[in-house]
């Protein structure tokens, strides 16, 4: 009996590659397109007020978005690790695991949300003046993320399935009607901040019954299943993406620090400033992850048929695109910093977009390394080291930007306190470097 095909084993390594890492980085940069858009009509039509109050909510809806990618990525890449071992039975278990285990988590935030919003914003930090603006939004998006971080986790197993296209999409479509949505109900009919959340919503909604499809192929490896259903299969799953979840936790921590020293310092114009900035790091980290993405189905496969050169290979492939990403991204970032602000805030001179320069041009080399820094990280997740992955996640996202921050504030250093985002990104590739550097794909142990 001859073994099907399967192009994550089997394919040559440059277009493999780029078969899942093409399809993902447009899927992705599609959603960081809708995002950034989203942000545009509100800081336009609604003003900067409206731009602070959705971006006070990051961090909370961080958090949301770290169990989901916890739960995704540990989860699919344990199921292509098993796919790659012709477990099917054992890969269908996580998968089914993963959907029920974010389907309640979802849920149970949902209600959690609705009676206590007030203490949310409270421990956001959040000026009073703006908990209405934020209320109105959160009301419509925590229902919205039960449909949203559901469909994402589904489009991870989709992709380890071998169909990215279909991920892809589901990404585009879903991007697409979110600025038509946007352009409509805030450009058009200049509804208030609920109708971005709702525009949103629809959106999410269409992406997800696309992604729904997937269970109409009879092709597909992955299937639901009732048997074998055990939680200490699923925590294996959540223990392998921990890397993940704390790549946007600390995230989530660390911009809540950010806009906790500059409501101290400069105010509600300080943080719709930075909204502008961390918009511009999302647009980069989502394109940077579409092209990790294409290392979790490859390398994770690739180990569990224990196939060592394709391995090293996947990890030169994907070095170079991610270095190439980043040349992109400082260009942008070093040339266009006005234009960048304009997008989002009409008054150039007015101190919201001021403060928006100022931090583009302070925060540009975190783009030299943090891709990098999600590469490495990615790798040791792949191959189902999870505390190396972890040790990563955790200085670049949590301990070395949370310090630094801290430090420069506290001995009031004649340079602004964000230049600690790019030197902890910079001290993190240091060490990720000499982690990797000490365990080569050539020298794993495959048990």
Known sequence: MTTPYNRALDGAVLPTFFYYAIPSLFGLLAISTAGVVDGIFVGRYLGANALAAINLLIPYFTFMFAIALMVAIGGSVVAGKHLGEK????????????????????????????????????????????????????????????????????????????????????????????????????????????????????????????????????????????????????????????????????????????????LRHSGTNGVAGFAVTNYLLFVGTMIFYGVIDAVHVLISQNFGAKQHLRVQQVMVTSSMTVLSVSLGMVTLAWFLPSYITALFLDDINDSASQHAMLFINLIWPCFIFSGLNLLLSAYFTAIQQPRQSAYIALCRGLFLPLGLLLIFVMLNTPWHFLVALPVAEAMTFVFALTLYNKQLPKQLQFV
């Open 87 to 262: 477990d099917n039975a054992s890969a269908n278990a996580i998968f089914t695991l993963s959907l029920l285990a974010i389907l309640a988590f979802t849920l149970v935030m949902a209600i959690f949300n609705t009676f206590f919003h007030s203490k949310i914003f409270v421990l956001l930090g959040a000026p009073p003046a703006l908990h209405n603006e934020m209320y109105r939004y959160l009301s419509v998006m925590s229902f919205c993320f039960v449909i949203q971080l559901s469909g994402m986790v589904l489009y991870y197993f989709i992709r380890t399935d071998g169909k990215p296209m279909l991920g892809t999409i589901a990404l585009l479509v879903g991007a697409a009607t979110n600025i038509a949505l946007d352009a409509f109900f805030l450009g058009y009919l200049r509804w208030e901040i609920e109708w971005a959340a709702w525009a949103t919503t629809l959106a999410q909604t269409g992406q997800c019954l696309i992604l729904l499809s997937f269970f109409c192929h009879k092709d597909r490896q992955l299937h639901l299943t009732h048997t074998a259903l055990k939680i200490s299969t699923l925590m294996q799953a959540l223990y392998n993406g921990v890397s993940e979840f704390i790549n946007e936790i600390a995230v989530g921590v660390v911009i809540f620090t950010v806009h906790w020293l500059l």
